[in-house]
């Protein structure tokens, strides 16, 4: 299984080794054209703290690190 790989923008970053990246997905309704955007908001672990708010990042993931932290930051963009 691949490991999947994701682009976002971190808009937490309070906690220790851990921020908030926000994932937005623009989406187009058929009906109406109207354009949506859905944002999913993951919590990663971030061991150095080198995510700061506002940065864009690419995380990946991997096994769960506490109850909701089941992403790795792997770069900063």
Sequence with gaps: MALKHKVGLVVRDKCDKT???AIFQRDRKNF???????TARYLVHDPENKGKIGL???IVECSPKSAK???????IL
């Design 69 to 75: 932290k089941r992403w790795l930051l792997e770069s």
């Design 32 to 38: 109406y054209g109207k354009t949506m955007v859905k």
């Design 56 to 58: 864009n990042v690419r």
């Design 19 to 21: 921020a908030v990246v």
